[in-house]
């Protein structure tokens, strides 16, 4: 797999990343190239952000946690961030982004992380380390989801909204939804205010680059037959059956998958839970409590070794 220059950013992201990250692209697939942003040495932590955010989302996290033990790995989704960006909406499917992801740690030999995932991230991440469970040790789940939605459930607004025909491609494609609303989500609207607003619209500022944030969005299950419930089946299966620790730090104010904290106490019962104020994209209210999560999940890694 080869290593590439990573794709210019402006200086005024550049000034806001961590101190001492480096950037590259890889390879993962013929014509498909993935941006990753590294930060210190250390333990490898694998951070993967979701729909339709960038690595950029954890960098006050990984402020947080320090570079002088940790090697902090957030990649970009394909279609997302940096990464390259394909114009066919087909091609976004969970097991082709967790083929992707799995390359990348495969190129990067990641052995004994601990992985964070948030939104799409983590279901993502899990589907690509369920093939590789040996190199896991330790999680931390960020508003996400691990298992398939529950018989008879219902779409969230947001995710209905999605899948309207005509009126959801003029929003998504046209008007730059949902990454100029990142705020509404939010427990406190002005953690996304002015120049980190503007971070998360940059990658997506052409309408040509702008299929994977409405492919994402109808990557969501909206009924049982959906393709994406056989992965999530996957995912579930895996996490059940992890033996390291795992910690939850939940946004209680994310009106898209606040109300998900219930199913993943169910599924991970022996997991302590941190329950906050902020919102869907957490990592902006309260990196210093995931920061935390993740030190508590190496020690007690290590504790088990």
């Known amino acids: 797999m080869t290593q590439l220059k990573a794709p210019p950013i402006p200086n005024w992201i550049e000034e806001m990343l961590p101190v001492g990250h480096v950037r590259y692209s890889l390879d993962v697939e013929a014509g498909k190239s993935m941006h990753v942003m590294e930060t210190g040495s250390g333990y490898p932590v694998l951070m993967l952000h979701g729909n339709p955010t960038w690595g950029f989302l954890y960098r006050q996290v990984i402020a947080h946690l320090g570079s002088e033990n940790w090697r902090c790995i957030t990649p970009d989704l394909i279609g997302l961030g940096f990464s390259c960006k394909p114009r066919r909406m087909d ?109 998360y619209k940059y990658p997506l500022r052409k309408r040509r680059d702008r299929a994977a944030p409405l492919a994402l969005a109808r990557m969501v299950p909206s009924h049982h037959d959906h393709p994406s419930i056989a992965e999530l089946e996957i995912c579930q299966k895996f996490v059940e059956g992890f033996k390291g620790p795992v910690e939850i730090v939940w946004g209680k104010r994310d009106p898209v998958l606040g109300r998900a904290l219930k199913r993943t106490r169910q599924i991970l019962p022996e997991a302590p839970v941190t329950e906050t104020g902020a919102g869907h994209f957490l990592q902006e209210e309260v990196p210093g409590q995931i920061a935390a999560a993740v030190s508590r999940v190496f020690d007690k890694s290590v504790q088990g070794a």
Do not use: Y
């Open 91 to 199: 091609v976004h499917t969970v097991a082709n982004h967790a083929k992707w992801l799995g390359a990348m740690i495969d190129r990067l030999e990641l052995d004994g992380l601990i992985f964070v995932g948030q939104d799409w991230g983590g279901p993502i991440g899990l589907r690509a380390l369920a093939d590789r469970a040996h190199l896991v040790k330790g999680m931390v789940i960020l508003n996400t989801v691990v298992a398939p939605p529950r018989p008879g459930f219902k779409p969230t607004a947001f995710h209905r909204f999605a899948n309207m025909p005509v009126v959801s491609n003029l929003a998504f494609r046209w008007g730059g939804f949902p990454q100029n609303m990142l705020h509404k989500v939010q427990g406190d609207a002005s953690s996304i205010t002015g120049k980190i607003a503007k971070a």
